[in-house]
T-cell receptor
Framework: KAGVTQTPRYLIKTRGQQVTLSCSPISGHRSVSWYQQTPGQGLQFLFEYFSETQRNKGNFPGRFSGRQFSNSRSEMNVSTLELGDSALYLC?????????????FGPGTRLTVT | QKEVEQNSGPLSVPEGAIASLNCTYSDRGSQSFFWYRQYSGKSPELIMSIYSNGDKEDGRFTAQLNKASQYVSLLIRDSQPSDSATYLCAASGYSTLTFGKGTMLLVSP
């Protein structure tokens, strides 16, 4: 089975711009979660989508948004970029069978905001 | 607020030794626990899952869970330099995971 894929792998943007990141989960996985990882804060949960619905949301401002398509692929968008948004953005997919939520991560998108 | 605490390290062990990584969690409702390994510049890789009190072994890795003490640990036997990485502990919530900030492990030849 192919793993989780994320595009693009690297991005450089300017403050004030917006960015869209894409994630394709493992085939058959319907849950997609997004995380932001920075050296100081570690892995922080952004949101989780399941069957095209946002099921959980972390404590991030409204500039961060996402969506999921019928094929389970997901996108996240960050508007009005700030320097502090520079981070590794990780997507993880899960099959959510029962109460087991083993999550498998994609390679990440490294976003640099200048 | 749900929290997962880990010692940031680095934990330094010689090659061939046992590395012991520990984690505590605050949410008594957490049912599933995971260990991820993250090499520098890479994404986290799931290496162990544990759901019941006790030990779970997989190759050189043993995960231990004590729900009464809200404590999870990972033992790595016969540590190799290739085990040098940051190890992240995670506890499940409702379809979400809360991660600790990770413990850096350094295995010296």
């Amino acid at each position: 089975k192919a793993g989780v894929t994320q595009t693009p792998r690297y991005l450089i943007k300017t403050r004030g711009q917006q960015v869209t990141l894409s994630c394709s989960p493992i085939s058959g996985h319907r849950s997609v979660s997004w995380y932001q990882q920075t050296p100081g804060q570690g892995l922080q949960f952004l949101f989780e989508y399941f069957s095209e619905t946002q099921r959980n949301k972390g404590n991030f401002p409204g500039r961060f948004s996402g969506r999921q398509f019928s094929n389970s692929r997901s996108e996240m968008n960050v508007s009005t970029l700030e320097l502090g948004d520079s981070a590794l953005y990780l997507c993880a997919s899960s099959s959510t069978t029962g109460q087991v939520y083993e999550q498998y991560f994609g390679p990440g998108t490294r976003l640099t905001v200048t | 607020q749900k929290e997962v605490e880990q010692n940031s390290g680095p934990l330094s062990v010689p090659e061939g030794a046992i590395a012991s990584l520990n984690c505590t969690y605050s949410d008594r409702g957490s049912q599933s626990f995971f260990w991820y390994r993250q090499y520098s510049g890479k994404s986290p890789e799931l290496i162990m899952s544990i759901y019941s009190n006790g030990d779970k072994e997989d190759g050189r890795f043993t995960a231990q869970l004590n729900k009464a003490s809200q404590y999870v640990s990972l033992l790595i036997r016969d540590s190799q330099p290739s085990d040098s990485a940051t190890y992240l502990c995670a506890a499940s919530g409702y379809s979400t995971l809360t991660f600790g900030k990770g413990t850096m492990l350094l295995v010296s030849p």
